[in-house]
């Protein structure tokens, strides 16, 4: 079945470092990846998307990188700071609206 | 304009118990869906609604029935509720464009 893979499970940074955190997807159809940061007791919140006609989209500290092909994408987080500490999670769906499949998430800690 | 709304926020039934968990969105959507969320599995899709009057099971829903009111409700029902359907549940709704949004959540522990 369609399934989503996240990677790492938990990333522990220094406050003004990088974070990466790379999914992949099994379903090739798929044509929208949406990343989304839960923090504490909260719902996830939608933080950047992509689509597969765009290989990268960057907002502000924040970058996206796809690679259809391999079937790979990933989150890029800069000059990380203390509230970014919380668990992101990728996701892959056929469109914006259509049912969606999303990865186990990553714990994000970011240390001051 | 509140978004997704979800009822209640915390809630304990023993098993066996049936009780519905509501949702409502005010963002005219037509899309909704029903998730819970365990400790290392992520969310996983319960039930969703394409539109008004259509409903669909997900990844996991046995033991969930799931009614779409109107356009702005839907609702989740346990009929007879289990120790394994402890979790988190959220109410998520989407519109053609910048993907879904999703309610507070509802904590269920069935004893």
């Known amino acids: 079945g369609e399934n989503v893979e996240q990677h790492p499970s938990t990333l522990s940074v220094q406050e003004g470092d990088s974070a990466v955190i790379k999914c992949t997807y099994s379903d090739s159809a798929s044509n929208y990846f949406p990343w989304y940061k839960q923090e504490l007791g909260k719902g996830p919140q939608l933080i950047i998307d992509i689509r597969s006609n765009v290989g990268e989209k960057k907002d502000q500290r924040i970058a996206v990188t796809l690679n259809k092909t391999a079937k790979h994408f990933s989150l890029h987080i800069t000059e990380t700071q203390p509230e970014d500490s919380a668990v992101y999670f990728c996701?892959?769906?056929?469109?914006?609206?259509?049912?969606?499949?999303f990865g186990p998430g990553t714990s994000l800690s970011v240390i001051p | 304009n509140a978004g997704v709304t979800q009822t209640p926020k915390f809630q304990v039934l023993k098993t066996g118990q049936s009780m519905t968990l509501q949702c409502a969105q005010d963002m005219n959507h037509n899309s909704m869906y029903w998730y819970r969320q365990d400790p290392g599995m992520g969310l996983r899709l319960i039930y969703y609604?394409?539109?008004?009057?259509?409903?669909d099971k997900g990844e996991v829903p046995n033991g969930y029935n799931v009614s779409r009111l109107n356009k702005r409700e839907f609702s989740l029902r346990l009929e007879s509720a289990a120790p394994s359907q402890t979790s988190v549940y959220f109410c998520?709704?989407?519109?053609?464009?910048?993907?879904?949004?999703f309610g507070p959540g509802t904590r269920l522990t069935v004893l």
């Open positions: 996701a892959a769906s056929k469109t914006s609206y259509d049912k969606v499949i």
């Open positions: 609604s394409a539109s008004e009057g259509t409903t």
């Open positions: 998520a709704s989407s519109e053609q464009g910048p993907g879904w949004y």
